[in-house]
Structure formats: structure tokens, C-alpha cells
């Protein structure tokens, strides 16, 4: 750990106590949280958005001046840690497949029809092995014909039915 | 204040509803998305009113209606994955509106450029806008008719699509046209000789041996044996001609093949790994010729036996005949039933395939750093996991099949007992002869092998067409930067460049150019510096045109890069990339790469200029030296100096250096530099460099930040100036002191 903060030029890497920052919703729908002394909207990013949903979440000014970094969720209060978590699923903008209710081939290209954490989705993808990429994890991302991405939760977390479904072109 | 201002809001949304019920229709725009303010998929419509902008839900209930006076202006915010439009009021608030997918980013963004000049023109004046045309309006109603409209054709376009694979097929046949008539002839000889021998058979039991004549026992024999020697001479005729044809179309179709991967453009291999592309032009394509050359006309021959047989059969014993035929529907519906599940299982078995190939290629590629890390033991364990599941599904496929064979060979004996029964109890009561009973269990067990076999020539059919299928996907890959149909000729460029409000992104939804302008006279010398990540290298895959801009253009003498002949743009313009490529091959073939025809001298001419001549023949082999893949038995200045070198022998009126002497040491650089000085006379020569030293003698030296232009001028204007330049030049000075202090 010291010999990385040596190598950092702009100094030390600031980590925020859960338990110290408090976090709204204004009545825009933007985040704004107060910390330290500081107040007014912010920015926050999930810094792994695939692999760890709770924790290294980074917190900013919405110009991208860095607040600092929110190392877990333990201990925040629990109004704030549920704005929190909502504006952390907008941004990435990434929805978690929970079933696919269709998957059909019409020649090399897929249409999908899924239901996700944000609603249904349909959406065309070109082949599978190109358009669904494994994460570290087992997790993987499937990118349609326009980049959209979503995620795909590992296997065993899917119905069966869902499973079937996948197993039949993946 | 929240409170206030919400009910404000509402208040003033009863009144646009009853002006709506009123009949009084004053839409500026509107746009749909599929998506809620809080990224919920749930669609919303954002209608701008001349005094107000109204959210409606998914039936058009009003949600959210904001008065014009309150607005101020508009935002797009991108975020992985999409974009919310804002709006901010005039006392400062900020609403999320509406979030939009990253395919409807673009109409976003002429959105929320309407909505903030409607602000806009409201703080302004309160005045007249309802004449600024209601153009977005009909943008979003294209925008939905274009989204419908796949829902619609998809089932036409399917149909047309596997119509075009096999035409696609048929046109890499076309050629062979003769050739595959005389085999299709020779076929059908072959057919009618195989259906004679059992004929010839039931005649040698019911009127040779039973007749007790050697005489014509002995001919028929002879005869027999002349149509089997007939059958090998046009089996071999046959299986010549298809060896050949197989072959040569195989070698047109992998010829287009690289045609059109050397067409597409970067943007379709940076999401694509490049090893799996070997075999799909390897073994798709042997897969294709397999069948196109033996299996097509197995198939074909098959077919044609499988008719003459029941004919014959038919002929002999109709009643027989016909109920044996009521077994084949069930034959059909198996296979019906079983194809599907072979189909997804060959799915299967190439996806890991293919999965796997790629990590081969990754490993190669970075085998170096796997040994730096001492990752080997690791590696290994991947290779094995991914090298298992390919065996796995390989094995879950055989398995599969495995019971095809066996049962099929269970309901051909079956069958044949049956016969036996029926026509040995006629034998035996003497309403059939036994040479009958012989010709038609042989005719039958011939009829059913066909069947066999035309069931796995379905199979194999079916494999080649899943990859012909992958063929034509990448033939038919639309190109990212087409050609233009007419391009214009561009005989001498003089050089003149200009940049006129590009914006540009990599990915949708994160844009690396903004907005950005420039113009470069002809022969002026451009220094391009800034931080790591402003943009600098974008800029010249852009003059390139590696890429096409989002918005706005790029000109070279007032020409459009888009309306010119590729190779017309790439002969007037000469690259040295940031990472440097030299092929597996010489110096010399790599230096004299962009152009084939140098001569020794010239090659050693620009070697000269680019100082790579002094390291270069002292090489044992000079010139000739085997550089190996990727460059990796030179250095890294070296091989900067070789593609310096390369793109001074094109001679090209533009050159674009990307860090081309970033690995060079000071003094080489400042040998090379006054080489390029004097060389780059009338050439209009753009530059980046992080190292300050090297652009002093630019003729304008341009500082780029996120995308934008942040300062231009000369070296010492800018160094005059406390912008990001003597910023960027005093923390190279400060390093420059530190190396002094260390003793
Ligand atoms: N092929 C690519 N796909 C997606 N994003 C890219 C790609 N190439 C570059 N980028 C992104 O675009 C931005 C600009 O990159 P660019 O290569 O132009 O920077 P640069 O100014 O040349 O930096 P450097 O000085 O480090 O070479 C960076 O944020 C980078 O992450
Ligand atoms: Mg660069």
C-alpha cells in the first residue's frame, strides 16, 4: 500500500467513511450529498461495475473533481445508502438480465427478449460468440448491435428454463 | 422551495392539458425514448410546447410539465450505456428528464440543442420562436418508423438471406459450369449401373442356377462383372472432376474471404480477436468445399439411387413396396425431431472452438509477458480449462450421434426380417420365386442404406451450411468507411488540411473529439502536443481516415475524405504510428512496404534520412535482415526508424508522425529532425510529440486537452504564455533537473 501512494503524483488517495457522508435525492432526481464540509450535487461512479457492486464507489463534483472513494457501504446510514444505490444503477447504465424470456436465430443474427432489473428488453445481437463476452467471475456481457450492453448473471443464477435457452446456441 | 416549485409545476401543467383538450396543438418538437428518467424500461415523450415542455408516460399522461420562463438551458449527460437529458432552471435546479439508450443518444443530442435554444430564446426575448421549424419533430418520427420496421421484414429478410447463402454458393459454381454438368451426367450412369447388379442376380438364381444352363449362368456373370468395372471408371471420372472444381472454388471463396477482411475497417477488429479469423478461413471453408465436392453430389446421387431403387422395388412387388413405405414417414419425423437438437449441439461445439482458438492467440501474442510474470503454470491451467470444454462438447455431440447409426441399423434389419417373413411364406407356397425374394431384400437393404446415408449427408449438409452461413456473414459485413461510388480524383495534394467541426467518439456515448476545428495550410509544419489521452492520436486516425467522423468533416484541398478513393487518400499521405508494426519478413521488404517497386538505392536513401542506416548495415545480413513477427528482434527506436523510413519512401505531400521518435534517443532525434527538416520542404507535416524538444521548430504548435484545443502558437508564444504548454514544459524541465542532481 505505501509504496503505491509513493508512486501516486497528486497525493494521497482520499477514502470517504461510509458512515460520515450522507446522500439525497434532489428534487431534480440529481445526487447530492454532503461530506466534510461539503455540499451539493454529485457524481458517483461504480469503479468495478461488474465485479464488486459494493464497494469502490468513486464520488465526485459532476465536472469530474474527485471527492474520493467510498471503499464500502457498511455502516451508511440506510436512507442515504438507498439513494446511493439507485443512482449507482444508472450510471453505468448496465441491466442485469434476470430471465430471457425468447431467443431466436433468424441466419446469424439473435433476437432477444429479455427481462431485466430495469424492465423488458428486446434486442438484436450478431452472433453469440461475438456478442457475449465472460467476465472475470463467470459473469458475462452481452453487447447488442448498437453497443448497448447488459449483464448476463452467471449460469446457475438463471432458471432453468433460461438456462435451456442459452445452452441451446452458447 | 422543493414544494413550491412542484406544485408550480403542476399548476401550470392543468392548464397545457386543457389547452391540449382545446384543440390548440403548438408542438416545436418531440421526442420518445424507451426508457424512464430513472432508467426504467418504460416509455416516455418529451413534447416542446411554445411555453412549456411537457414528460408524457407511456399513454400520453402527462407527467411533468416545466413553463418555459423557469427553463434556462439543456444538457446531455452521458453515462456508460446512455444519456440523460437535463435541464437546468433559472434559479439554478437541475431535472433529469429523460434517459436515452445508446442508440438514441444522437436524436438526444438535437433534442436537448432545440430545448436549449427554446430556453434560450426565453430568457432572451419571451418572443417568437414557433417559426424555428419543428424539425427534431419529424427527426423522432423517423426514428420510430425506422424502429418498427425491422419487427416487420425480419421474416422476408430471413427467407432472402438463406436464399442468398445458397445462391451465394451457386455463384462460386457458375464458373464450372460444363465440368459439373458432365459429372452430373456420369452420376447418373454410375446410378442405373449400381441399381443392376441385383437384378442380374434375381435372373442368375431363377433362370442360371436354377435353370441349370451354364451357358448363360456364365454370361450374366461377365455381365455383372462389367458393371462393376463400369462403375469404379465413373466413380473415379466423378469424384475427379468434383476434387478439382471442390478445390478451386474453395480457393476463390477464401480469396474473398481476405478481400474483405483487408476492406473492413479497425473499428471491426478492435472488438474482435484476430486468431479465430484463421480458422474460419481455414476449416469454414474446408467444411464448405467437403460438401460442395463430395457431399453435394453424393447427395444428388443419393437421391437419384433412393428413386431408382423404389421404382424397381415398385416393379417387383408394389404391395410389399408400399407398406415398407410406411416406415419412411417415421424416418422423417426422427430426423425432424433430432435435427434441432444436432444443430445446437454443432453450435455448441464451435462456439468453445472458437473461444479457444482466441485464447491461443492471446497467449502467443503475449508470450513474452507470461514469462516476465512467470504466469506459465497458470496459463496452462486456462488453455486446460477452455481446451475441456471444447472436448466436452465435442464429446456431448459424438454422444449424441452415436445412437443414430445403431438405431437406424436396428430398422433396417427389422425391415428385412419383415420381408423375409412375407415373400418367404410366397416362395414357399410358390406364388413367388426365390430370386424375387433375393432381389428384393437386397433391393430393400440398398433402399434403406441410401436412406442412411442421405440422412448423415444432411447432417454433413447441415455442418457446411452453418458454415457457409459464417462465410457470407463476413462476406456480406457492411463496411464501416465505404467507397465512395464516384470518388474524386485528387491528382497532387498541395496539402492543405481542414478540419471543420468534427466530433467523434469510439464508442457511442463517450466522445474523444469535440467540436473541434483546425485548418493547415500547405507545407506548414504542425506540433501536436498535450496530455496522455487528449485526443492526439485520434486526430490523426481521423486524417487518416481510419475512422469516419460522427459530425462534421475533414478536408484535404477542400476535398471530403469521405468522397475520395481510398488508396487515392493513403498514396498523399504517409503514417508513422505510435506503435510501430513491421511484418515477419526483411528491412528492406518492410521499409520499401509502401511501395513495392524501390529500388536498393532509394531504400537506402530513406533509411539514411530516417538514421537507420547506421544500425541497419552493421547488421551481419543488412538490409536483408529477418525482422521476425511484429518486429521483435529489433529495438524499439529501431523499429521507429524503420517506419520512419517507410513512410519517407512514399514521398507522400502530407506526413503524420505519431511519436515516431518517442524511442530514440536525443541526440538520433535531433539528427533525424534536421534530416526531416530539410526533407519536409512544401509537405505539410504533422507531428505529435510529448517530448517539447522535438516540435521547437514547428511552425505552430497546437496543445490539445479532452478533445479540444486549448492553445496554439509558436514555441516561445507559448512558453511566454502560463497556459498548459509551460505547464507541460516546466514538468518536463523539472525532470530534466532531476536527471542532473542524480550524480
Ligand atoms: N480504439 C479505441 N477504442 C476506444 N477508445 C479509444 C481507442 N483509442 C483511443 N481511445 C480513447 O480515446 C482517447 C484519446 O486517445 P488517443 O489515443 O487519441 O490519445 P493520445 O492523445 O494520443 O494519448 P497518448 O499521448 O497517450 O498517445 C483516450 O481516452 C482513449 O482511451
Ligand atoms: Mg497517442
Redesign the interface.
Given at each position: 500500500m505505501s509504496a503505491m501512494s509513493g508512486m501516486s503524483g497528486t497525493g494521497e488517495r482520499i477514502w470517504i467513511d461510509p458512515a460520515r457522508i450522507r446522500f439525497r435525492q434532489?428534487?431534480?432526481?440529481?445526487l447530492a450529498a454532503s461530506w466534510d464540509g461539503r455540499n451539493g450535487?454529485v457524481a458517483a461512479r461504480l469503479l468495478f461495475?461488474i465485479t464488486h457492486t459494493d464497494s469502490a464507489i468513486w464520488i465526485g463534483e459532476?465536472t469530474g473533481e474527485e471527492w474520493g472513494v467510498l471503499l464500502s457501504l457498511d455502516g451508511m446510514e440506510s436512507a442515504s445508502r438507498a439513494v446511493l444505490e439507485?443512482e449507482l444503477?444508472?450510471?453505468?447504465?448496465?441491466?442485469r438480465i434476470k430471465r430471457i424470456t425468447a431467443l431466436r436465430r433468424?441466419?446469424?443474427?439473435f433476437?432477444w427478449e429479455v427481462a431485466?432489473d430495469?424492465?423488458?428488453?428486446a434486442f438484436?445481437t450478431?452472433?453469440?460468440?461475438?456478442a457475449v463476452t465472460a467476465m472475470p467471475g463467470g459473469q458475462r456481457i452481452v453487447t447488442d448491435a448498437?453497443?448497448?450492453?447488459f449483464l448476463l448473471p452467471e449460469e446457475r443464477r438463471m432458471n432453468g428454463r433460461t438456462g435451456r435457452r442459452l445452452?441451446?446456441?452458447? | 422551495m422543493a414544494a413550491k416549485m412542484e406544485s408550480r409545476l403542476t399548476a401550470y401543467g392543468t392548464a397545457a392539458r386543457l389547452r391540449e383538450k382545446a384543440g390548440l396543438t403548438d408542438v416545436l418538437a418531440q421526442w420518445s425514448t424507451p426508457l424512464s428518467e430513472t432508467g426504467v424500461s418504460e416509455p416516455r415523450t418529451l413534447v416542446l410546447r411554445k411555453h412549456s415542455l411537457d414528460v408524457q408516460g407511456p399513454n400520453g399522461e402527462l407527467l411533468r410539465s416545466i413553463p418555459r420562463s423557469l427553463s434556462s438551458g439543456a444538457a446531455v449527460r452521458e453515462t456508460g450505456g446512455g444519456a440523460w437529458l437535463e435541464l437546468s432552471l433559472t434559479d439554478g435546479t437541475k431535472i433529469r428528464l429523460a434517459m436515452a439508450l445508446l442508440s438514441g443518444i444522437r436524436e438526444l443530442t438535437a433534442i436537448a440543442e432545440r430545448i436549449g435554444q427554446w430556453a434560450k430564446e426565453a430568457s432572451d426575448s419571451d418572443g417568437e420562436s414557433a417559426n424555428g421549424s419543428a424539425e427534431p419533430a419529424s427527426d423522432a418520427g423517423q426514428a420510430e418508423a425506422g424502429a418498427a420496421r425491422p419487427a416487420g421484414r425480419s421474416l422476408r429478410t430471413a427467407m432472402s438471406k438463406r436464399l442468398r447463402v445458397l445462391s451465394g454458393l451457386l455463384r462460386y459454381a457458375a464458373p464450372y459450369r460444363k465440368p459439373l454438368m458432365l459429372s452430373g451426367a456420369a452420376l447418373l450412369i454410375g446410378v442405373g449401373l449400381e441399381a443392376l447388379p441385383p437384378y442380374l442376380m434375381k435372373l442368375m438364381i431363377d433362370g442360371g442356377v436354377l435353370g441349370s444352363s451354364q451357358a448363360r449362368f456364365a454370361g450374366l456373370i461377365g455381365m455383372l462383372l462389367a458393371v462393376y468395372v463400369l462403375q469404379a471408371a465413373f466413380q473415379v471420372l466423378r469424384s475427379s472432376i468434383s476434387i478439382r472444381i471442390g478445390n478451386r472454388m474453395i480457393s476463390r471463396i477464401r480469396e474473398d474471404m481476405f478481400d474483405k477482411l483487408m476492406r473492413l475497417s479497425v473499428r471491426y477488429y478492435e472488438h474482435r480477436a484476430s486468431a479465430p479469423f484463421i480458422g474460419r478461413i481455414q476449416y469454414d471453408t474446408s467444411s464448405v468445399q467437403s460438401f460442395l465436392s463430395e457431399g453435394l453430389p453424393q447427395l444428388l446421387a443419393q437421391l437419384v439411387m433412393t428413386g431408382t431403387v423404389f421404382a424397381v422395388l415398385l416393379l417387383i412387388d408394389w404391395r410389399l413396396t408400399l407398406w415398407v413405405l410406411c416406415a419412411v414417414p417415421l424416418c422423417g419425423l426422427a430426423a425432424a425431431l433430432l435435427w434441432p437438437k444436432m444443430r445446437s449441439l454443432m453450435n455448441r461445439t464451435w462456439n468453445v472452438q472458437f473461444l479457444l482458438q482466441k485464447y491461443i492467440g492471446d497467449a502467443l501474442q503475449g508470450v513474452r509477458v507470461i514469462k516476465a510474470f512467470h504466469r506459465e503454470e497458470e496459463e496452462k491451467a486456462r488453455f486446460g480449462y477452455w481446451n475441456e470444454s471444447a472436448v466436452a462438447r465435442v464429446i456431448e455431440q459424438q454422444r449424441w450421434s452415436q445412437w443414430l447409426q445403431p438405431g437406424f441399423n436396428l430398422a433396417v434389419s427389422g425391415g428385412i426380417a419383415l420381408v423375409w417373413l412375407v415373400i418367404g411364406r410366397q416362395v414357399i407356397r410358390g406364388t413367388a420365386s426365390l430370386g424375387t425374394l433375393v432381389a428384393f431384400t437386397t433391393y430393400l437393404s440398398m433402399f434403406i442404406g441410401q436412406l442412411r446415408w442421405n440422412l448423415s449427408l444432411v447432417g454433413q449438409a447441415n455442418t457446411s451450411i452453418a458454415s457457409a452461413d459464417r462465410i457470407f456473414e463476413l462476406l456480406n459485413t457492411q463496411e464501416e468507411l465505404p467507397e465512395p461510388a464516384k470518388p474524386v480524383p485528387l491528382a497532387d495534394a498541395r496539402g492543405e488540411i481542414a478540419v471543420d467541426r468534427v466530433s467523434f467518439g469510439y464508442e457511442k456515448g463517450r466522445s474523444v473529439l469535440e467540436d473541434f476545428s483546425l485548418r493547415i495550410r500547405p507545407g506548414e509544419k504542425i506540433g501536436i502536443t498535450g496530455r496522455s489521452g487528449a485526443g492526439k492520436s485520434t486526430l490523426l486516425q481521423l486524417l487518416g481516415r481510419f475512422y469516419d467522423p460522427d459530425g462534421g468533416s475533414i478536408r484535404i484541398d477542400g476535398i471530403d475524405l469521405r468522397t475520395l478513393a481510398t488508396a487515392d487518400l493513403r498514396r498523399h499521405i504517409g503514417i508513422v504510428f505510435q506503435e510501430t508494426f513491421l511484418f515477419d519478413g526483411t528491412i528492406a521488404q518492410n521499409i520499401a512496404y509502401g511501395r513495392s517497386g524501390a529500388s536498393p538505392m532509394e531504400i537506402m536513401e530513406a533509411a539514411r534520412l530516417a538514421r537507420a542506416h547506421t544500425f541497419i548495415e552493421r547488421l551481419p545480413y543488412g538490409y536483408d535482415t529477418l525482422v521476425g513477427e511484429r518486429g521483435v528482434r529489433l529495438s524499439g527506436g529501431e523499429k521507429q526508424r524503420i517506419a520512419i523510413a517507410r513512410a519517407l519512401l512514399l514521398n507522400p505531400p502530407i506526413l503524420l508522425l505519431d511519436e515516431a521518435t518517442s524511442s530514440v534517443d536525443m541526440e538520433t532525434e535531433r539528427d533525424i529532425q534536421s534530416a526531416l527538416e530539410t526533407l519536409s520542404e512544401g509537405r505539410t507535416t504533422i507531428a505529435i510529440a510529448h517530448r517539447l524538444s522535438t516540435l521547437r521548430n514547428a511552425d505552430r504548435i497546437i496543445v490539445l486537452d479532452r478533445g479540444t484545443i486549448v492553445e496554439s502558437g509558436t514555441h516561445d508564444e507559448l512558453r511566454a504564455r502560463n497556459g498548459l504548454y509551460r505547464q507541460l514544459l516546466e514538468a518536463r524541465e523539472e525532470a530534466r533537473e532531476l536527471e542532473e542532481a542524480v550524480p
Open positions: 434532489e428534487e431534480g432526481g440529481l450535487t461495475p459532476p439507485g444503477r444508472l450510471s453505468p447504465y448496465l441491466p433468424q441466419l446469424g443474427q433476437h431485466t430495469r424492465g423488458p428488453f438484436q450478431g452472433p453469440l460468440y461475438e448498437c453497443g448497448q450492453r445452452a441451446k446456441w452458447l | -
